[in-house]
């Protein structure tokens, strides 16, 4: 059997049309003046360019604790968690409306369960072509975002799949969904005040915080990389909140010279010029590359085997994008 995990970030809502990046969101709470003494918001709208990668931002923004009285620190922190609550809750309403935008989509994306390696180079489509097409294929996917904007269009390809002998698995939402458990935070205290202490700061880390829930969510998380014969990573930044998936991709890809990542990677100063550059497509590539291998504590020889078996593809024009 080839297993093959897909990694899904925000992208897959950013590209079918959906205004869910935390952006769009900044921009509607500030247009419908939600909440304006709740002070997250405040530090927000005065600098909202620092706040582009949201999780890492609020981590940042738990400094200001720090300056005050130690007596004064535990109800802080409680406070900000109350704070930090209002803008959950107004964020699950946000991406619900959008959500729902999906089920009037005239065209709802095919997921063929090809597109994902097809724009590779030739010698890298035909090293996983050769992999997969010798066995059966068993395809799950683990999504870093809330929506369910999954489950709302793979039902339309799990037939098509089937025919091709392609199981497709339910999503697994490791940080919760609109319904439950939605989950926001930074990967480990580095990212918090050190002035945080106890609940206030585990339920500020997103992996401490899942494992006390015993739902068995990073368990499973674990066990679909662990499974895994090729990982495709799509719609993500790579950033350092979610560092404790990178981390457990990393520990798989050196466990066994026959796996592969495929990284879907949108960037927009990568155009035609680029493509047409050799030298250029390189950088790009590897710069990709860099942004996953940061996370495995190699360096020298081991990068380099590593490299090797990480395929990028730029600026995707197939995997899920509607016909």
Known sequence: MANITFIIGNGLDLSLGLETSYRDFFEYVKSQNLHPENRIYKAIQESPETWADFELALGQYTHYIDKLPEKDRKKESMDFH???ELLREDLAEYLD??????????????FT????????????????QSYVSRLPTNIEFVTLNYTDVLEK??????A?????SIKVGVPHHIHGNLLENLTLGVSDESQLSPSMSGTEKDDLIKPSLIYSMNDG???TLRQMINNSSIIVIFGT???????YI???INNWLEASRDRYIIIHKYDNTYSDSMRRSSRRQKQFTSNVQDKILRYSGLDGDGIAELKNRIFVIHNTKKLFVAE
Do not use: C, H
């Open 82 to 84: 109350e704070e930090l």
């Open 97 to 110: 409306k959008q959500e729902k935008s999906v089920e009037n989509m005239p065209n709802k994306p095919i």
């Open 113 to 128: 369960g090809t597109a994902y390696f097809e724009e590779l180079p030739i010698g890298q489509t035909n090293r996983i």
């Open 153 to 158: 269009i793979l039902p339309d390809s799990r």
């Open 160 to 164: 098509l799949l089937a025919q091709q």
């Open 217 to 219: 969510r990073i368990e």
């Open 237 to 243: 930044s790579i950033g350092e909140t979610d560092k």
């Open 246 to 248: 990178w981390e457990f």
